[in-house]
């Protein structure tokens, strides 16, 4: 994400955050692979800058001398130069050969921590970020990592040591003027650097956004060819979409010769300092101080020290984007969890499964209560149905007791112990729920039956999708329980869909059940059928039943009528019919949609 407000995210402390990943306590292994690679590093800066250079100034200066019997030494000194260059290219490749394990570690813990906690965080959270931007944010900032570590620690760190020994060198041999001027070109050029490629930055945005106003033009012009036509305005769209077209040409222009400006500057500085460091050199020469060989030596110590330098560039391009992708990752880890459990939390320790609602307010926004004050008492392994119009807040119920929200009032009971005060895993370990959607995962049948239960066994497996009345149909498929459902399920039909969401809340086999309009999705021959399996499973269990066909719950122990976020009316479904209410009238209007369903298909 590019927001304004990341772009101008501080360095230091996004890579203090990422320290720990890059230093994992418990993996010595790869503490061990940093400290190799970073000896490496230094290693092959060492043979660069005191390997080469030196070897062809003896070189020079022997040959200088003009005393052939030197020959040999001198033979030495090149093929010892040649030798420390290719070490140098050597160390560094061993040092990217043994640091990939460490960057693809800590890039791997990093993505696991962000998808654990994304996990974690509150239905609120998902429910209102896009799941595409989501993913986007953690696969930029994964990305972001490898190749900011790269640069910091083998472009960056390793100039910095180069510059180091380079100015030590110049010190103890040449004396306080080439060291100031090298000191002076380095920062000149990093300003001068980070100036242009700012700049450029700029000039490419504008290129980028004007190619997309041109392109965005150009469409919506030939979408409304009638009306251009109606008008007579060809020729004026025309003009209007040059003009564009002229803007972006202008700006690509100007970007592409930003370029040109950088290489130019980057030259003009790395060479005048070149030429100042030789002549520098030559002067000393004249005085009779410095030798030939002194010119090769500071002229390849220079040439080696400004090749980093000319990335440098594109260096703080990615570290500046890289920071920003990064960034935006650890504002997702810091994404506060809105339910967390209380500190110390016990387990929930299910008995039989008395569930209470005392009093219980809650609104999704604090400008709209949602549920105003509901008291509900299930008695372990008795059915409560829950009926109301649309919008009355049943569902909500449901996500309460789950705990995906906390109460604005009130509590939720389960065998004596609120159930904000215990943890959310052993909570939601002891109820099951049949939603009215299911959305299966993209794999087998038989997995997302075993979803229900970690490490249950095919037998099962098998016994759950009995209890829910498919294993017949799972039995007739060619690849039986290994026969992919599709994205979201959608190989299967609806009722084929939840009779799999049955089993696997079997297979989980909870204390508590909620059913929240488990059929509702379903033509009525196959909610007769469902119906039945459902009755099975809640025999012995506590149940809430939330339904919109009340012909589904006739047979539960207790029904509310929900309507805006009040109980107005509750009793057993004969108790219900006789106070002539609400339950009553939707009850009549049911039957008449029945009955007048049943006509039509007679009648066809
Ligand atoms: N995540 C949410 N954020 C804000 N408001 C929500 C959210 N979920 C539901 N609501 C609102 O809360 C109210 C109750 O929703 P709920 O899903 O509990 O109704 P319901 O009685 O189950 O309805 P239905 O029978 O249509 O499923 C609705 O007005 C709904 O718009």
Not at 133 to 154: C, H, N, P, Q, W
Not at 330 to 341: A, G, H, K, R, Y
Request: charged letters at 20%; proline letters at 3%; glycine letters at 10%.
């Amino acid at each position: 994400m590019t927001d304004p407000a990341s772009a101008e995210r501080p360095l230091l402390p996004t890579l203090r955050r990422f320290l720990p990943y890059l230093w994992p306590k418990d993996a010595p292994s790869l503490r061990l692979r940093i400290v190799g690679a970073m000896s490496l590093v230094v290693l092959s800066k060492l043979v660069q800058v005191y390997g080469a250079p030196f070897a062809l100034q003896g070189a020079v200066d022997g040959m200088v001398k003009g005393d052939r019997s030197a020959t040999t030494l001198i033979l030495a000194l090149v093929i010892g130069y040649g030798a420390a260059r290719f070490g140098s290219v050597l160390f560094d490749n061993l040092r990217n050969a043994v640091f990939e394990r460490v960057g693809q570690d800590a890039t791997r813990r990093l993505a696991a921590n962000v998808f654990r906690h994304l996990h974690q965080l509150s239905l609120r959270f998902h429910l209102e970020r896009r799941t595409g931007a989501v993913t986007k944010v953690v696969e930029r900032g994964t990305k972001s990592i490898d190749t900011m570590l790269y640069f910091l620690l083998f472009n960056i760190a390793p100039t910095i040591l180069e510059l180091a020994l380079v100015v030590g060198i110049f010190a103890t041999k040449f004396g306080g003027w080439l060291v100031t001027g090298t000191l002076v070109m380095v920062v000149v050029y990093i300003a001068f650097t980070r100036w242009v490629t700012d700049w450029r930055a700029a000039l490419r945005t504008r290129m980028n956004d004007l190619d997309t106003g041109a392109v965005a033009h150009a469409v919506d012009s030939l979408l409304n060819f009638e009306t251009v036509k109606y008008f007579g305005a060809e020729e004026r769209e025309a003009k209007r979409y040059d003009a564009a077209m002229a803007a972006y040409a202008g700006a690509a222009v100007k970007s592409e010769n930003s370029l040109a400006w950088l290489n130019v500057g980057q030259a003009l500085i790395t060479n005048v300092m070149m030429a100042f460091g030789m002549a520098l050199i030559v002067l000393g020469w004249s005085r009779g101080e410095f030798t030939a060989g002194n010119v090769v030596l500071v002229s390849t110590l220079l040439a080696q020290l400004f090749r980093p330098l000319d990335l440098l560039g594109m260096v703080y391009r990615t570290i500046r984007q890289g920071v920003i992708d990064m960034g935006s990752m650890f504002d997702l880890i810091d994404t506060p969890s809105e339910v967390t459990d209380a500190p110390a939390a016990p387990a929930l320790v299910v008995g039989k499964g008395h569930v209470r609602f005392e009093n219980v307010r809650f609104g999704y926004d604090a400008d709209r209560t949602i549920l105003k004050g509901i008291d509900l008492d299930i008695p372990a392994g008795h059915t409560l149905a829950v009926v109301g119009p649309s919008g009355a807040g049943k569902s909500t119920l449901a996500r309460l007791m789950y705990r995906f929200y906390d109460l604005t009032g009130g509590r939720i009971m389960i065998d004596g112990q609120d159930i904000a005060q215990v943890t959310q895993a052993s909570l939601r370990a002891a109820i099951g729920i049949v939603p009215q959607d299911t959305v299966l995962f993209n794999d087998t049948i038989g997995y997302n039956i075993a979803y229900g239960r970690e490490g249950a066994t095919r037998a099962e497996i098998e016994g759950a999708a009995r209890g829910a009345a498919i294993s017949t149909f799972i039995e007739g498929q060619s690849d039986g329980y290994d026969t992919r459902v599709g994205e979201r399920g959608l190989k299967l039909s609806g009722g084929e869909k939840q009779r799999v969401a049955i089993a696997r809340t079997l297979l989980k086999n909870p204390p508590i059940l909620i059913l929240d309009e488990a059929t509702s999705a379903l033509d009525s021959r196959t909610e007769g059928e469902i119906q039945s399996t459902l009755e099975d499973i809640e025999r012995g269990r506590t149940t809430i039943v939330i339904a919109h066909r009340l012909s589904t719950i006739v047979h539960a122990d207790e029904i509310v009528v929900l309507e805006a976020g009040e109980v107005v009316e509750r009793g057993t479904h004969a108790q219900l019919l006789r106070r002539n209410g609400l339950y009553a009238e939707m009850w009549n209007r049911q039957a008449q949609e029945r009955a007048d369903e049943d006509g039509v298909l007679a009648a066809e």
